[in-house]
């Protein structure tokens, strides 16, 4: 695609909104990812990360898997192409939850499983909504903010003396072109917001779990 062409993209109201959530409410804007990512950050508050990420994404089929079982042609290959490369990152989350030992030991475990999976049954819930545009955003939000959960992995693996495999996720650019498409439609565009806003919202409980458990595990 030419840089004119992804210009036009860039400016199309749908993926704007998508851009601004994930820049207002995506995981990078949490401090606790920032914290994980600085050589300050303790072990065992990224190997707790690292088991949180596995047990709320690690599973297979993923959201992505579900969304692609109700794909359009227009998203068709789109989440075909994530599907694979998600896959891909799976395979990178469980060599580096293998690599972090036991989950650290820290209060409240029961009440910490119970919660991600219930997070993970919002997400699949999502992902397998028959309201046109609900399971893409939500596929779509995963794949724009898998790029602040891969600064959680890259930092565990560099803490483990390992090397993380590049990140085949969708360009931006083929994310614009699909939801340009997409977005001819105002109702599809608005569950695709929807969709997108839910995933995020499930991302920030994730990370405020983790941050508790850190401050549960300091307190001891």
Known sequence: MMSSDFASFERHGSWNVL??????????????????????????????????????????????????????????????????????????????????????????????????????????MLAQSDRVGCAIGTALALVLDWHSMRMVLDTAATRAGLTSSPNTLPIDADTATLAAALAAKPAVERAMSFGAQQLLAQHRALWDLAEARKSARDSL
């Open 19 to 124: 851009l601004a959530l994930v820049d207002a409410d995506g995981s990078a804007r949490h401090p606790h990812v920032r914290a994980l990512c600085t050589p300050q950050a303790a072990t065992r508050d990224l190997a707790d990360a690292i088991h949180l990420l596995c047990a709320l994404h690690g599973a297979h089929p993923s959201v992505i898997d579900h969304a692609l079982g109700h794909a359009t042609p227009e998203t068709a290959a789109w989440l075909e192409d994530a599907a694979s490369a998600f896959a891909e990152e799976r395979a990178l989350l469980a060599h580096l939850t293998a690599a972090a030992g036991p989950i650290p030991s820290t209060p409240g475990q029961a009440e910490t499983e119970a919660a991600v999976a219930a997070q993970r049954h919002a997400l699949d």
